[in-house]
């Protein structure tokens, strides 16, 4: 907001008294900060069997959710696979190697494709 927009607004609020701190405000922050105690104070509050069981618990439930859930993108199930896949001789792995290089080769072959190129 603008002085220009409300002059009146802005009047009435330099007219409000300033809010001042306490005279014992540093020493209230200073008190606090006591209080509050050392870094292995505060782990040993942590570390009650009133905080720590109940936690201890929610990480094994976790934990073992984590165990049984099965994970998406896994191996898939062999079970529904017809028969056909499932009895795979060792020499077919050869055979379908010896095609995949020989369609690499006619992938790779200059004549094929240039020849077309050449005749316009």
Do not use: C
Request: aromatic content about 10%; overall charge negative; charged content about 25%.
């Amino acid at each position: 907001m603008k002085r220009e927009d409300d002059q009146e607004l802005w009047d009435l609020l330099g007219k409000a008294p300033q809010p001042a701190p306490s005279p014992f405000f540093s020493r209230n922050v200073v008190r606090k900060v006591r209080e509050q105690g050392d870094w292995r104070d505060i782990i040993a509050r942590w570390f009650t069997s009133g905080k720590l069981i109940p936690a201890t618990a929610v990480a094994l439930a976790v934990g073992f959710a984590a165990m049984w859930i099965e994970p998406h993108g896994g191996a898939p199930e062999t079970d529904n696979l017809p028969a056909v896949v499932t009895v795979i001789d060792p020499q077919d792995y050869d055979v379908v190697f010896d095609l995949d290089n020989l369609l690499a080769a006619e992938d790779d072959n200059v004549w094929n494709d240039d020849v077309e190129a050449l005749s316009l």
